[in-house]
Every structure is written in C-alpha cells, then in structure tokens.
C-alpha cells in the first residue's frame, strides 16, 4: 500500500514529530512522490484478519497575513503567459477527477460563472457560490466519485466542492491543485473535531501571492486551522491509503481523525496541533 499520512512542511506549518505504526507490523519505506508529497510504501505478507495504521504529528502552524483584496493590475495577463510553461502543466492541464464535462459547461451558465474582476475576486467569488449552490451531505458521494455527480445532485462532500472549483478554475488558465488534510473548527463542514475524517480544499495560483488557498465547503479562506497533509492534481494523487490486496472475503473500511491544540509551543504566532488516524 502506499500511504499519504505525513504534514507536508513548508514556511507556513513545520512538523515537529511524525510517528507511523501499523498492526500488524510490516515493512515501511518512506519516499517523495512528483509533488513532493513524503509518502510511504507498507508491504505486509502474511495472512491477516484486519489491518490498523495509525499516524500521530505534532504540527506547527504558522498565521499568515490575511490575503489582499483583489490581485495587482496585470494579473490576468500574467496567467495568461502561463499557459505555455511547462512548469505548471500539472495544475493546468484537466486531470481525472476535475476535468470539463456538459454537465460542468450547463453548470457555468446555468449560474453565469465567469472570470469576473481581478483573479483573486473571481476565484473568491467562485467559492462562495460553490457554497450556496451545494448541500454538504456526508455519504452522498464515494472517493471515485466524478463531478457530475454533486452537479446532478447538488449534494456532495468536501472532495466533490473542491473537484468542482478546480476544474472551473483550470478552464480560466489559473494552476488549481487539490489539497488534502485536516481542518481544525467544530463548527466547520468536514471538520476534524472528535471523531471526523480528511477535508479538502484546492489552492491556486496567483501573481503576486504564490499558491492562495480557498476552502469552498466553507466559504473562506485558507487559514492555520487548515493542516496540509498532501498536494496533487485530484484526490487520486493524494488518497490517504492506496494498494492491493490478495484473498478475503467482504472488506469495511473505517476512519478516525482527531485534532487538539496542543500548548506551551515556543513561538507567539504558531499554533500546535496534535493529530491522529487510523485504518482498520
């Protein structure tokens, strides 16, 4: 199996402990895929009646200032120019999950979504109406599921929102990728409060300001409550656990999440967040 359990670290979160176990035991190797995601590979060969893997991290999470209200003049231009660089290809070519489809094209005008105003203005525009237009309905959709579903239905998760803002957004020209994590707040869609799973949100990439993230199930910004686990084109590129398994009958697959701030940090700005999860 290959897992992606690990934070990822850059300036805005640091991982200061990152333990991974398993029962029962196997083989772990830790390696960094394409997107620079820190994953690892868990081959188990003996007979088994049920698997465990359990991840804790300590994480630190540094408060960025708050985004600007609109992008530089020249913005769209900008992103034009990137169209011909391969250097975003992957976050701007269409991907299997978050691609264009007639639904998503009756979608756009049904709602007339268009790239209005200043990159970052659309881009928040388009995540507040994602928000209005879809009903948060937890089992209504299943990791495989494409966006035609939550556009037929209106009802989907975290994953179907933030496919939905990606496609959307990679048609305007602007490099979208998907996030996967965890998310902080009790009163938040997706939340990882006592006993959630993963969240999803996308980030996008902006002149000026580098990779900006929006949260589309909850109508707001990317902020430290948000702890990145892996980034990818789609859900596909970032699965928590992802592998082949030989014999049994009937499998159940069950998730946990919990997160607590942790006190007594050394930094005045950083928040620390304790976290775990678990597979059977």
Request: with cysteine; net charge negative.
């Amino acid at each position: 199996m290959y897992l992606a359990l690990k934070p990822f670290e850059d300036s805005s979160q640091r991982v200061n402990r990152f333990l991974i176990e398993t029962e029962p035991a196997g083989s772990l190797f830790q390696f960094t895929d394409c997107f620079g995601n820190t994953k690892h590979q868990l081959h188990l060969y003996r007979e088994h009646l049920f698997l465990d893997i359990t991840a804790r991290s300590a994480v630190d999470m540094i408060p960025a200032d708050s985004p600007p209200e609109r992008c530089d003049d020249g913005a769209w231009e900008t992103i034009r120019g990137w169209r011909d660089s391969l250097h975003h290809w992957d976050f701007l070519d269409h991907s299997g999950l978050a691609r264009p489809s007639s639904v998503l094209d009756q979608f756009v005008r049904r709602n007339e979504i268009e790239p209005e105003g200043d990159p970052l203005t659309a881009l928040k525009r388009l995540s507040d109406l994602l928000f209005d237009r879809f009903d948060y309905v937890p089992g209504s959709t299943s990791i495989s599921s494409t966006i035609e579903h939550i556009l037929d239905t209106g009802r989907g998760v975290c994953q179907d929102y933030a496919h939905v803002m990606i496609a959307i957004a990679r048609t305007w020209g602007v490099p979208s990728r998907y996030i996967s994590g965890y998310l902080h707040d009790v009163t938040a869609r997706g939340a990882a409060g006592g006993g959630m799973t993963t969240h999803a949100w996308v980030e996008c990439l902006l002149p000026g300001l580098g990779w900006t993230g929006f949260d589309p199930t909850n109508s707001t910004f990317v902020d430290e409550r948000h702890v990145r686990v892996a980034v990818g084109r789609d859900y596909q590129d970032v699965s928590p656990t992802r592998g082949v398994l030989h014999g049994g009958g009937d499998i159940r697959l069950d998730v946990e999440v919990r997160m607590q701030p942790v006190p007594g940090n050394n930094s005045d700005r950083a928040i620390r967040y304790k976290r775990s999860r678990s597979d059977e």
